[in-house]
């Protein structure tokens, strides 16, 4: 199966909550050395996602960490191959958000 992509990192195989793409999008625009790639996961409803989208990220992977995305009363798994600790891809991702 062909993936199609945004900028060769954000790999798009089905749809993204509301909000939480141009996040993604300015996040490896403003870290493009450090952030290889972004696939979004499984997307969940849940009851405390209201208001601003927001990311928590969680654990670490093979090549990244795992972070969640809050917005539009669902949560997403989000899977980031980078070289980034998770305080660095933290502070990334509130730059990201403020913009």
Known sequence: MRLRT???RLKVE????AGVRSALERLLAEN???IRSIVPGVIKPVRDARGEV????TVPTANGWKALAFSAGARQELFISTTLDKEALEQAIRRALQR
Not at 14 to 17: G, P
């Open 54 to 57: 927001r990311f928590r990220v």
């Open 32 to 34: 493009p050395e450090s």
């Open 14 to 17: 089905h749809s993204i909550i």
């Open 6 to 8: 945004a900028q060769n």
